[in-house]
């Protein structure tokens, strides 16, 4: 059996035939043949691999911050591999921070000039109190060297510190009360349902006897309520002389930092050794069974509250009742002092502040400071 082949073909190229596209699509397609020439140079560049492009922050790109998603960080960049490695390194411990500058108070310290706030030298001055100092230098009514004063302005021990007599009239107008203060009633706001002494004050309850009084004749006016506040504590089981008034310096003299005034109290006792429901409790004639010692310890030598009491004067009055004469308000001052010798305080009356005495004036009734009175 013979197999026919086909006979072999020739194919014959036609000039630029070798660079056009084969006509089938899927036909291999064979590189191009380079002309013969010199052979060129590789560049060195050209063979190096290329670092790979980040991409660009753009359309697409993974919210999250620097950090990525999940806080993971992405792969620094060649340049910044050193720091990113700093950064991974360990670290010691954080330095302690500063404290922070002290700066002194003016107020209280003064500069080296000696220099304060300007409230604080027309307090010292006796003109009016600090909040009443603001007052006044916020109406321009105070100036310092002829000039107007501003808020909070620090002043040198020799300024001549002027007020108006807008100031001057404003003053004039403010109130001081005496209120014989009942038990049960608090000396500053309501507490517990016990009702304000400031409550009492009113037409009604004026005493009679206020019209006698030196230089005054003044009936109450409902403003005069306003801004009446208590300068200094009685506790609500205390009776006796309560001072209110809208005056700054009368509360600056009774209850500020440095002052020193008087305040005299009568105090009923029972000698209680094992507390006021314990055994051995005396009603009776107190004074022949307490310990002389505890009653100078009365006078000097107790501590309240982590601090010394300034000396105070305690003698008897009579046989159950002693009489205190203290330069100091703190809260319940005297009961706290008779507990720590084993004193129980069954009755308690303050019956002057200073150089004004309570005198006849009666329970839950109240009267104005005399023009001629001072603390």
């Known amino acids: 059996m013979t197999t026919d082949k ?9 000039p630029g035939a070798a660079s056009k596209a084969p006509s089938d699509p899927y036909a291999p397609r064979r590189a191009p043949v380079r002309p013969p020439g010199p052979a060129r140079a590789k560049s060195v560049s050209a063979s190096a691999p290329k670092p790979p492009r980040e991409p660009s922050p753009g359309y697409g790109a993974p919210r999250g911050g620097p950090e990525g998603p999940r806080g993971e960080r992405p792969a620094p960049r060649r340049a910044e591999a050193p720091r990113a490695a700093a950064e991974r390194a360990p670290r010691g411990p954080a330095p302690a921070p500063r404290p922070p500058a002290h700066r002194p108070d003016l107020a209280r310290v003064g500069n080296v000039r000696g220099e304060v706030r300007l409230n604080k030298r027309m307090a010292d001055l006796g003109l009016c109190s600090r909040r009443e100092a603001d007052e006044w230098i916020a109406r321009g009514w105070v100036t310092v060297n002829g000039q107007p004063a501003v808020m909070g302005q620090p002043v040198p021990p020799d300024a001549q510190v002027e007020v108006a007599p807008q100031a001057r009239h404003q003053q004039s107008g403010q109130v001081t009360i005496l209120l014989h203060k009942p038990v049960g009633y608090v000396s500053g706001q309501p507490e517990d349902g016990h009702e ?17 009084m030196p230089g005054d004749g003044r009936r109450f006016a409902p403003e005069h309520t306003r801004g009446l506040a208590p300068a200094g504590r009685l506790d609500i089981d205390s009776t006796g002389l309560l001072v209110l008034t809208q005056d700054g310096r009368v509360a600056r003299t009774l209850i500020g930092e440095s002052s020193g005034v008087e305040k005299e109290y ?8 094992n507390g006021p429901q314990g055994a051995g409790v005396v009603a009776q004639d107190v004074q022949a069974v307490f ?4 009653l100078a310890l009365l006078r000097h030598g107790l501590s309240l509250d982590g601090q010394a009491l300034r000396p105070a004067q305690v003698d008897w009055q009579n046989p159950e009742q002693l009489r205190f004469v203290l330069t100091e308000g703190k809260k319940r001052q005297i009961r706290r002092m008779c507990e720590q010798v084993g004193l129980h305080v069954v009755g308690l009356k303050r019956i002057r502040i200073g150089r004004v005495l309570l005198g006849n004036l009666p329970v839950g009734q109240w009267r104005f400071l005399g023009a001629d009175e001072r603390f």
């Open 291 to 294: 310990p002389p010692a505890q």
């Open 266 to 273: 009568l105090v009923r006792v029972h000698f209680a050794p």
């Open 196 to 212: 304000a002494a400031a409550t009492l004050i009113g037409a009604p309850s004026q005493w009679r006897g206020d019209a006698r």
């Open 6 to 14: 086909p006979a072999a073909r020739t194919l014959k190229l036609k």
